[in-house]
């Protein structure tokens, strides 16, 4: 079955820290794939897409996520935390044209200061 | 200007009622979708409309129903609630077709928080 799997449901850093949030996918073709961002009470803002054309993807707000066929895995990194950075996000995918997107279990990512 | 608007923010109702969430977009896109958020923050889509055309139903209970008069608007009516229906819905829009590619994302609204009591 179609998946995609966050590993860790709450992932703390240091402010100026690297941030690593794992996102991997089950699927025997590759899907189409997104990274969103949530603030408290609002909703869903992207953050990054894969469009094939590189597999190095650079979002806004510093973030980027690098995708790894051999390993199903498109995980999203930023070299330096911010405490604005603290936030839930969310993995998602989609398999096909007009398909819903599915979306992993999300991770809440704190920065300490 | 907002791209995808929903009405009402906040929606708090005793069981058994009826009640209706709206959901616009001025983004011009030709799909739209229904979210619910538990509160875990776990996300599962409901519904989607093409063009006032119904293309994604997941297994929701038939007290739910999506109404989208034109392709700007899809809204959500839910009758008899239940306590488990208590959630943020949060509406979505994307272009899909003539135009839309693969790799459009979609574009959310701000939440409804529904709480049942």
């Known amino acids: 079955a179609q998946s995609v799997t966050q590993l860790g449901s709450h992932v703390s850093v240091s402010e100026g820290a690297l941030v690593l949030l794992r996102c991997n996918y089950s699927?025997?073709?590759?899907?189409?794939l997104f990274w969103y961002v949530q603030y408290p009470n609002q909703g869903l803002q992207l953050l990054l897409k894969?469009?094939?054309?590189?597999?190095l993807v650079k979002g806004i707000n510093g973030f980027e996520a690098e995708f790894k066929k051999s390993e199903t895995s498109f995980h999203l990194t930023k070299p330096s935390a911010h405490m604005s950075d603290a936030a839930e996000y969310f993995c998602?995918?989609?398999?096909?044209?007009?398909?819903?997107?599915?979306f992993g279990q999300g991770t809440e990512l704190s920065v300490k200061p | 200007d907002t791209a995808v608007s929903q009405t009402p923010k906040y929606l708090v109702t005793q069981m058994g009622n009826d009640k209706s969430i709206k959901c616009e977009q001025n983004?011009?896109?030709?799909?739209m979708y229904w979210y619910k958020q538990d509160s875990k923050k776990f996300l599962k889509i409901m519904f989607s409309?093409?063009?006032?055309?119904?293309?994604i139903n997941e297994t929701v209970p038939n007290r739910f129903s999506p109404k989208s008069p034109d392709k700007a608007h899809l809204n959500l009516h839910i009758n008899s609630l239940e306590l488990g229906d208590s959630a943020v819905y949060f509406c979505?829009?994307?272009?899909?077709?003539?135009?839309?590619?693969?790799?459009?994302?979609?574009?959310f609204g701000p939440g409804t928080r529904l709480t049942v009591l």
């Open positions: 979505a829009s994307s272009q899909e077709r003539a135009g839309g590619g693969l790799y459009n994302e979609q574009f």
């Open positions: 699927s025997s073709v590759p899907p189409y």
């Open positions: 894969y469009t094939s054309a590189a597999t």
């Open positions: 998602a995918v989609k398999f096909n044209q007009g398909g819903k997107l599915i």
């Open positions: 983004l011009g896109h030709d799909t």
């Open positions: 409309y093409n063009n006032k055309e119904l293309i």
